[in-house]
């Protein structure tokens, strides 16, 4: 079944710098590509999503790349703010079923 | 629009005692449910999955069950909570016709002690 590993567990980013977050999955069936932000005791929040047939997606601060041949997308925050702050999850989902298969989680902290 | 509801949202339960977690959703029909555990400060395990009425999936063994009686209500359940069974419970919903995003509730931060 799909595996998703999520890299670093814990990223410390000066303010205003950027940050990035890499996940890699295993089955190559898999065409969407969520990303989560919690922040402390509250629930997940899609963030930004992309599918399979494009490589790169933006949003303001946030953008998501995509390399289907390597199997692995990453998260960009550009500009980082003190609200950053968090943990971002990303996740893995196929036609097949819809179950998303998540990867550990990444604390971001944003040093002032 | 779809709205989840998951109450309550804190629980203070002892050893032993039973379990009835909540969930109901809004707006949609014939979603997709799901139950989550995070432990402190870890990922999001899924516990339980249901993709119609009375269609329960079972990811990790334990003393858990879980019961979709109705489209779109999923109720998370023990007999007897174990120490183990703390954590932050979250319900989440998606739509079962596509490839797209997973609604959290609130979440449910339970204690066992």
């Known amino acids: 079944g799909e595996n998703v590993e999520q890299h670093p567990s814990t990223l410390s980013v000066q303010e205003g710098d950027s940050a990035v977050i890499k996940c890699t999955y295993s089955d190559s069936a898999s065409n969407y590509f969520p990303w989560y932000k919690q922040e402390l005791g509250k629930r997940p929040q899609l963030i930004i999503d992309i599918r399979s047939n494009v490589g790169e997606k933006k949003d303001q601060r946030i953008a998501v790349t995509l390399n289907k041949t390597a199997k692995h997308f990453s998260l960009h925050i550009t500009e980082t703010q003190p609200e950053d702050s968090a943990v971002y999850f990303c996740?893995?989902?196929?036609?097949?079923?819809?179950?998303?298969?998540w990867g550990a989680g990444t604390k971001l902290i944003i040093k002032p | 629009s779809q709205t989840i509801h998951q109450w309550p949202a804190t629980l203070v339960q002892p050893v032993g005692s039973p379990l009835s977690l909540e969930c109901t959703v809004e707006?949609?029909?014939?979603?997709?449910l799901y139950w989550y555990r995070q432990a402190a400060g870890r990922g999001l395990q899924l516990l339980f999955y249901s993709v119609g009425i009375g269609q329960i999936s079972s990811e990790v063994p334990q003393n858990l069950s879980a019961s979709r009686p109705q489209d779109r209500q999923f109720i998370l359940s023990s007999k007897k909570l174990l120490l183990s069974d703390s954590g932050f419970y979250l319900c989440a919903w998606s739509a079962n016709t596509m490839n797209t995003e997973a609604f959290f509730g609130q979440g449910t931060r339970l204690t066992v002690v």
């Open positions: 996740a893995a989902s196929k036609d097949s079923n819809y179950q998303l298969i």
């Open positions: 707006g949609t029909s014939n979603p997709n």
